[in-house]
């Protein structure tokens, strides 16, 4: 494609996919995503009340970014997250939630996130709402947002009791077939951020290894931010479970080495498997757990450099 509107007869016949980019003007080649701090990405992005995706799925996962929203003491968010681990955890206990959307909430390989069931079973330091969900229904929820979908429609909650106790789960019926088929709202975040290895000089973001939903849960966002490990000329990318994201997806973009620590980041540090289990005991008790976050989150400082 040269770029130009194909006339009605040009497209009879042709198999015609659209991207949702507008169309290209001359001030449009400039990259779209803007290099810029932590602190900065998130003051502009993130903001009271919003309803807040943080993925990666086992690794990538945004820590720095987490703790930079809860040393800005952004509160009363709505977080959405596949399977909410430690990052999660400590947000909650910090009062940044109101409700948390979800498909499986735990210390991954150690047992329960203590924050999380302290907001929900005694209400501190704030009562938290839940919406469970399963993996399959928050990855079709996400794409149907991605999509511009109201809906995900999909085969699903068969056996499950998970619609008695949520309502945004409805079935119905295939007006093809007849098939009775689950449905759920689509995700569509005020703000999704993601971790990824690399962003090139024109903004463009490589992400690879274990590739969840960042992809779907970015793209359905009203805006984003990125953290990455490093700035390299290019982020072509030859080998398998890979993605590109386009600097045109892409609206802040902060280099933060280490930014998933603890979770690990697929080519450049592994998992502290030993933090997840030290957690555990961290997060049982309130006056602990504070103490930690105030020693190592909100006297801390976003170590990155910005390019």
């Not at 302290?118 to 399959?136: C, K, N, Q, R, T």
């Not at 085969?155 to 789960?169: D, Q, T, W």
């Not at 000089?201 to 969840?212: A, Q």
């Not at 479970?241 to 979770?263: E, F, H, R, Y």
Request: neutral net charge; glycine residues 8%.
């Amino acid at each position: 494609m040269d770029g130009r509107r194909l006339t009605g007869a040009e497209t009879t016949g042709v198999l015609h996919l659209t991207l949702a980019r507008p169309a290209a003007r001359e001030h449009d080649r400039r990259p779209m995503s803007e290099f810029v701090s932590l602190a900065d990405a998130v003051a502009r992005q993130v903001r009271a009340g919003d309803t807040v995706a943080l993925e990666g799925f086992t690794h990538l996962i945004p820590f720095a970014a987490g703790h930079e929203i809860i040393r800005q003491r952004i509160d009363r968010l709505t977080l959405i997250r596949m399977t909410p681990d430690l990052i999660y955890d400590q947000m909650i206990g910090s009062g940044c939630a109101k409700k948390i959307v979800f498909s499986w909430g735990g210390n991954p390989g150690v047992g329960s996130l203590h924050r999380l069931r302290d907001a929900v079973e005694h209400g501190w330091p704030h009562p938290l709402e839940i919406e469970e969900h399963s993996h399959s229904a928050m990855a079709h929820a996400y794409a149907a947002g991605a999509s511009g979908m109201p809906s995900a429609f999909f085969r699903g909650y068969r056996g499950s009791e998970l619609a008695r106790v949520n309502p945004n789960i409805k079935f119905i019926a295939c007006p093809f077939t007849g098939e009775s088929l689950a449905v759920v709202p689509a995700l569509r975040p005020d703000v999704t951020i993601i971790h990824a290895q690399k962003a090139d000089r024109d903004g463009n973001v490589l992400v690879h290894g274990i590739v969840g939903v960042q992809k779907e849960a970015l793209l359905a966002a009203r805006r984003n931010i990125v953290t990455v490990e490093e700035v390299v000329d290019s982020v072509v990318e030859r080998g398998s479970n890979a993605l590109v994201l386009p600097s045109w997806t892409i609206q802040a973009i902060a280099v933060v080495p280490g930014g998933a620590k603890p979770s690990y980041a697929h080519g450049y540090y592994a998992r502290d498997n030993a933090f997840y289990v030290a957690w555990d005991e961290i997060s049982r008790d309130r006056d602990r757990f504070a103490r930690w976050m105030d020693d190592h989150v909100m006297a801390a400082r976003a170590s990155e450099a910005v390019r």
